[in-house]
């Protein structure tokens, strides 16, 4: 599930104060970096805050207003580099892409000029640009380490492929199904030991390979049963 970049407000102690962490589920600080401005898509710079970079997410707290604040979980960081490119943007800075819903509109900045208060679902892209731009290659080093820690979840996908497994003897029992003149195969897919996403051409294939090779195996019986006679 894709979680994109969200509003953040969770925040302990005195002053801007620091973000609350999931230390119950093993979330760690790895890194502290004062002064930063964030950037959202298309939007102007907000003004100077502290990234807080943990094993989990990516986390900007503004430092004039403790209700601003953005989380992004590295899960849904799909690329982050160092820019310094004046022509990409204006400031050296770490650049991220983010992921959104596949049914979240492509146009996330629309309002990025009336001053309206911004989708947060919507943003695609995210610049952080630290005051101290010498700093740049130690946070894209913690990012690299924090990605890391966050490999992307494998998924099963079923429709890749078979998991069809069948015992000798489960394969007999259903060989003796066979009447005189075709295989019947049990409508019960509870019958069978496997998962094949409601697809059980594979398991039709495996049974009339067998019954193939058993039907030349009784052709080749009869041939030398002939052969003996014929002596």
């Not at 994109?4 to 600080?29: M, S, Y």
């Not at 995210?126 to 490999?151: G, H, I, K, W, Y």
């Not at 079923?158 to 195969?185: C, I, K, R």
């Amino acid at each position: 599930m894709v979680v994109g970049l969200r509003e953040f407000l969770q925040r302990t102690g005195n002053g801007a104060g620091q973000p609350v962490l999931d230390e119950a589920n093993g979330e760690e600080l790895m890194h502290v970096q004062p002064s930063v401005a964030v950037v959202l898509g298309n939007r102007p710079a907000e003004s100077l805050g502290t990234l807080y970079i943990t094993s989990r997410k990516v986390i900007w707290l503004s430092d004039v207003d403790r209700e601003k604040g953005y989380a992004v979980d590295f899960l849904s960081i799909s690329l982050h580099a160092v820019s310094r490119d004046p022509e990409a943007y204006s400031s050296p800075c770490i650049y991220t892409q983010i992921e959104v819903g596949e049914d979240e509109d492509e146009s996330e900045e629309s309002d990025s000029e009336s001053g309206e208060v911004v989708d947060l679902s919507k943003i695609r892209e995210m610049r952080l640009v630290p005051s101290d731009a010498s700093q740049l290659d130690t946070l894209f080093e913690v990012f690299c380490e924090c990605a890391e820690l966050n490999p992307e979840p494998i998924e099963d996908n079923e429709e890749e492929g078979h998991n069809w497994v069948f015992s000798a003897d489960q394969m007999d029992g259903l060989a003796a199904e066979e009447d005189d003149t075709e295989w019947q195969v049990s409508q019960n897919p509870a019958s069978v030991i496997g998962r094949s996403n409601g697809d059980h051409g594979l398991a039709q294939s495996v049974l009339e390979l067998q019954i193939n090779d058993q039907r030349f195996e009784d052709a080749d019986e009869m041939d030398r049963e002939s052969e003996t006679t014929g002596r």
